[in-house]
């Protein structure tokens, strides 16, 4: 089996590995272009409503070799433009429909893989976002009072002192956290392939190896030849540059995570996550982690762009990049200084110009499409995929009326503005990050500039 370089697909089972080798059908009811999470909630629910639909999923690797196969395995309870929302009173009883939905997404998933039997090591241990710098205090528990304002209750979302935070997670600088219990740890590729699995049991067309290079109403051009569907739903999210005419669609940017080896219990007794909670700060280039059920810590931090979309299926795990996520580890728990990294992987993920998921479909053409996480995107894609089988259905629900549907992006600009811009808001970012962590105070023009763009 292809490999996508992480150490989820290195600790895939002997049962995780390989599907039935299957050809291409002529013609299809529905065709899925993209093996993630995106395509497989989609079929998954398809096949839930209409199980006499012909429907194929068509992947140009292996399912999960993606960002769902090799992400930080965080299932959260939010998703990228939830906090925009939440922030604006004009759009404050939008986001909290969203966050809610989203909250409930979390259950949904743990659902699924409970009645289907797939293994994922799913957690649902919550996610602390850490103060690591005193003056954040403040901004998380004012965050923390306007979300209970907006109608969230301190079952939501709470906040740890110093004392309990600590006990939590034992980070260097830890002044207090914001808790959530909506977030499960996961093994992300173990979900991938288990779907994909109970899709091929149930009679979906699960096709790897299939990649497409462009597609028309009706019409689906892969290098295995041509299939034919009356719906076409892409799910390609940050390998969607790849498909003709999609070019400026989605912008491309880079995750990139490490893992440890398994570390013994006496770390773990001042490292804490004893209920595997997943844990980040605040800081404006992202950064995620979680103990993984073999009790190594998987950590991860947003990359950067490539000139001209260029997409880079695998990160090589010698890259410069990989050795700055794995001190930001150390400088977090410096227990870990003598415990060696073990996995260094790192991809694409996918983003809208408008920095947030949409979903679409036109039943004039059949054709649809779902994504744009931004990175956060385990518990998203499934709220996406069931949106988007309601549009293709033709049902009422109450998901139809969240704020992803119909909410279509502009194309990304032309390089070299694309790259120009990609370039300064990473800047940007790292520059804010690096004056707040040296000053202990905010950062208004490099933190005010990167918030500008990305809102």
Not at 315 to 344: C, K, S, W
Request: charged fraction near 20%.
């Amino acid at each position: 089996m292809m490999h996508n370089g992480s150490f989820w697909f290195d600790s895939l089972g002997p049962d995780d590995v390989g599907l039935v080798p299957e050809s291409m059908p002529s013609q299809v009811d529905v065709a899925i272009i993209g093996g993630g999470y995106t395509g497989l909630w989609s079929a998954y629910y398809l096949s839930e409503h209409r199980p006499d639909l012909k429907i194929a999923i068509l992947e140009a690797e292996v399912f999960g070799f993606g960002a769902s196969g090799r992400n930080g395995g965080w299932c959260m309870g939010t998703s990228h433009d939830v906090e925009a929302l939440l922030s604006r009173a004009s759009t404050h009883a939008t986001g909290l429909r969203l966050a809610q939905a989203m909250q409930a997404t979390v259950d949904e998933i743990a659902r699924v893989a409970d009645q289907e039997q797939i293994d994922c090591d799913l957690t649902k241990g919550g996610s602390l976002t850490v103060a690591t710098n005193r003056f954040q205090v403040g901004q998380l528990q004012a965050s923390l009072k306007h979300l209970h304002h907006i109608g969230f209750s301190s079952s939501d979302y709470r906040w740890l002192d110093a004392s309990e935070s600590r006990a939590r997670v034992g980070t260097a600088n830890n002044f207090g956290a914001l808790f959530t219990p909506h977030c499960a740890a996961i093994h992300p590729a173990r979900l991938a392939r288990g779907l994909a699995y109970r899709l091929q049991a149930r009679g979906v067309h699960c096709l790897e190896s299939t990649r497409v290079s462009r597609y028309t109403s009706g019409l689906v051009e892969t290098n295995q030849g041509a299939i034919r569907a009356d719906t076409i739903l892409r799910a390609t999210e940050g390998f969607t540059p790849s498909i003709e005419g999609l070019k400026r669609a989605v912008l491309p940017i880079y995750s990139m995570m490490v893992a440890t080896e398994p570390l013994p219990a006496s770390v773990w007794d001042e490292i804490g996550l004893a209920q595997r909670e997943t844990f980040g700060d605040s800081r404006r280039v992202v950064i995620y982690g979680q103990r993984t059920a073999d009790d190594r810590i998987a950590f991860g931090g947003r990359g950067g762009y490539y000139f001209g979309s260029k997409i880079k299926p695998v990160i090589p795990g010698n890259d410069p990049g990989f050795e700055m996520i794995a001190q930001t580890l150390r400088d977090l728990f410096p227990v870990l200084m003598d415990y060696e990294v073990t996995h260094r992987w790192g991809g694409p993920l996918g983003v809208n110009r408008h920095w947030r998921p949409t979903v679409t479909f036109d039943p004039k053409t059949g054709i649809g499409s779902a994504g744009g996480y931004v990175g956060e995107g385990v518990a998203a894609s499934n709220l996406a995929a069931r949106i988007l089988v309601d549009l293709v259905l033709d049902q009422d629900s109450e998901i139809l009326s969240l704020p992803w549907v119909d909410d279509h992006a502009k194309n990304w600009e032309v390089e070299p503005v694309r790259f120009l811009g990609a370039r300064l808001l990473q800047h940007a970012a790292e520059r804010a990050d690096a004056c707040e962590a040296e000053l202990g105070r905010p950062a208004p023009v490099w933190g005010g500039l990167f918030d500008r763009f990305v809102d």
